[in-house]
């Protein structure tokens, strides 16, 4: 029995020092993987996915809680655009950046950085907004690799951010482009 309670009270200690505090750390993940478009992405294994053959190829959801009716679902887009030719990185964020700036009349708290994946450089701008009533928060990150855009977009309420933030960071982390 003391050596139950000594084994308890050292897992206690690990746990406390490795520090698994985030909900990203909780969470089971899945792949999911294009071959057309040459990318793959992790996002939480509960999560609603849609495919699509249009150039917004995948779609994912969180679930609805059962019972309730929420005005917005946080979710995350992956759009894949083919250039006309090779236009660079930074000239193909600040046209997203205007695109959603001007889509987003009364957006407020810009933030923007850039992020580093297998040699692959990709810069986000995440900023708050009004979408029917619902204060949210959203975060577009754009890579390009072999004349195409690769645009990743989160959305979720302003509520649900801080608890959503660590995922969204891990799925932001976990894209790959061929």
Not at 53 to 71: D, F, N, Q, S, W
Not at 121 to 136: A, H, P, Q, T
Not at 163 to 176: C, E, G, T
């Amino acid at each position: 029995m003391r050596k139950a309670i000594n084994a308890a009270v050292l897992l206690a200690i690990i746990f406390s020092l490795v520090g698994c505090s985030d909900l990203a750390d909780y969470v089971l993940w899945r792949t999911y993987s294009s071959k057309k478009h040459r990318f793959s992405i992790m996002f939480p294994r509960e999560w609603d996915m849609q495919e699509q053959e249009t150039k917004t190829a995948l779609i994912v959801t969180i679930p609805r809680p059962k019972g309730k009716r929420e005005p917005l679902r946080s979710n995350f887009t992956m759009t894949i655009t083919d250039l006309p030719q090779d236009i660079p990185l930074t000239t193909y964020f600040e046209a997203n950046h205007e695109e959603l700036t001007g889509i987003m009349p009364g957006a407020t708290d810009f933030e923007e950085g850039q992020v580093f994946k297998n040699f692959l450089r990709g810069m986000w701008l995440s900023f708050n907004s009004d979408i029917d009533g619902n204060k949210v928060k959203i975060i577009s990150v754009v890579w390009i690799k072999n004349n195409k855009a690769y645009v990743l977009t989160f959305i979720t309420t302003l509520e649900k951010y801080s608890k959503l933030q660590p995922v969204f960071r891990k799925i932001m982390n976990s894209m790959n482009v061929r």
